[in-house]
């Protein structure tokens, strides 16, 4: 069976976009007059995820959240309340904070003094009389960004305008909800520096399409060629991929493949029982997690068997992905580079539960979470890591082998795009999800994407 796609609403917001199929032409990814339109249309008017709330948990905390040429304080005010302003001192646009993260009372300009509240109203101006007597203090304060949390997740947007998030992700949060996100646990934070447009980047992981060619080991424990695909309102997408099964192109084996082998140790199967049933170890699978899920305290009964055992990847506009299991969150996506539309920034963000409700270590079995990453209630904050692909290929670091084997590949196709011998891509029924993230671009940059996505009354 192939992969299936469908479009699904969000109330009155249709997940069509009133275009034909996109273009996707070679200026797409390479022209700065092309990304410059994105920044004005897209952008500065969607909602975009910033950080998580973990970093902002006690007033006074703060976190830069970088976009293009933008800085954005977000903040926990003395009142409790989450604020967002632009780190742009209202005097002669000097950064206000410098550090990517910390605690602070009250925000101080390093150049001149200018000192700002967590909410970004002046609260002091050095030897103020020595302005002019016509100089409106009342405008002074620093720019406010309209900031928004969901699941832990702290979103911004630069458009006064926009509807709310819950408008913007719709249907996507109620779906999400029963994995509790709030409740996990940042435990790795990672930055790659890239040879590559946002979207040349991003189109990678909207299609399974190059699954079988460059990432052979997910034929031993997923199965990417029958994924359920949706399509959503704005740009947003999703696939389902069934985990714990082998991809049904090729030959069931008759003995359990070493990747499976594996898992199925972690949680205390024995391999050995399933030689010539390996299409029964989904079932086995989400049924043995259930058992210790109980007895750890990760509660697994809001979630259905596939759930339990599958793998969710949820495509939010304009650029950021979640591959969702329950034991684990990793959020990831490409920020466009300040001023070069052949480079981005990849960013990937993995949360987890707590260890103690995900790993028995009496007995050496886990439910599917990095033991080598467990955070426990004294540990500090994972330190950011921020490295090339220069250091992925020597193996200093790594993003995970199936992200490692994706970008050492994205900066040929980006080189490729330059090339007079390209004159632009063509998609299959399997790379819908592309051809919708671009359908959506064109609608965002040719007016207000919400007239566009609400059905006619």
């Not at 995900?358 to 490295?387: C, M, S």
Request: charged content about 25%; hydrophobic content about 40%.
């Amino acid at each position: 069976m192939p992969q299936s796609t469908r479009y699904v609403d969000f109330g009155r917001y249709r997940a069509a976009p009133q275009v034909g199929p996109a273009t996707l032409s070679a200026e797409r990814y390479t022209s700065a007059d092309f990304m410059a339109r994105e920044w004005q249309a897209v952008w500065t008017k969607a909602w975009l995820f910033a950080g998580v709330e973990e970093d902002v948990r006690w007033p006074g905390d703060y976190f830069l959240f970088e976009i293009g040429r933008e800085s954005i304080i977000i903040s926990r005010g003395e009142n409790g309340r989450l604020a967002a302003v632009h780190n742009v001192c209202q005097h002669r646009g000097n950064r206000v904070l410098l550090g990517a993260r910390g605690a602070v009372n009250q925000l101080v300009c390093p150049y001149h003094g200018w000192t700002y509240g967590l909410d970004g109203a002046l609260r002091h101006t050095p030897d103020r009389e020595r302005f002019p007597p016509c100089t409106d203090w009342s405008q002074r304060s620093l720019k406010p960004v309209r900031v928004e949390t969901w699941a832990g997740l702290v979103w911004i947007t630069m458009d006064e305008r926009a509807p709310p998030l819950a408008d913007f992700l719709g249907a996507i949060m109620g779906n999400l909800a029963p994995y509790h996100f709030e409740r996990m646990r940042l435990v790795k934070h990672q930055t790659l520096i890239l040879d590559a447009n946002w979207k040349t980047l991003r189109d990678n992981f909207l299609e399974q399409y190059h699954v079988d060619f460059i990432h052979p080991q997910h034929a031993t424990m997923v199965d990417c060629s029958t994924s359920e695909n949706e399509l959503y309102p704005f740009g947003h997408s999703s696939t389902a991929v069934k985990g714990y099964v082998t991809n049904p192109r090729y030959p069931i084996p008759t003995h359990v493949p070493d990747r499976l082998k594996a898992r199925l140790g972690q949680l205390g199967l024995d391999w050995r029982d399933f030689d010539n049933r390996v299409g029964d170890i989904r079932a086995a699978v989400c049924a043995q997690k259930r058992i210790l899920g109980a007895e750890l305290g990760l509660d697994y009964g809001p979630l259905s068997d596939a759930q339990v055992t599958d793998v969710l990847q949820y495509d939010l506009f304009p650029n950021t992905f979640m591959t969702i299991k329950p034991e684990e969150v990793w959020i990831y996506g490409a920020r466009p580079h300040p001023k070069d539309p052949d480079r981005c920034l990849f960013d990937k963000w993995t949360l987890q539960v707590p260890g103690e409700v995900a790993v028995d270590t009496k007995r050496g079995r886990n439910l599917g979470v990095d033991a080598n990453l467990i955070r426990y209630e004294r540990d500090e904050r994972p330190e950011p890591e921020v490295f090339t692909r220069e250091d992925i290929e020597s193996g200093a670091k790594t993003l995970g082998v199936t992200i490692d084997q994706d970008v050492y590949l994205l900066p040929y196709m980006q080189a490729g795009m330059h090339s007079r011998g390209f004159s632009g891509a063509v998609l299959n029924m399997d790379e819908a999800r592309i051809d919708h993230f671009h359908r959506w671009v064109d609608a965002w940059l040719r007016a207000s994407p919400w007239a566009e996505a609400e059905a006619p009354a």
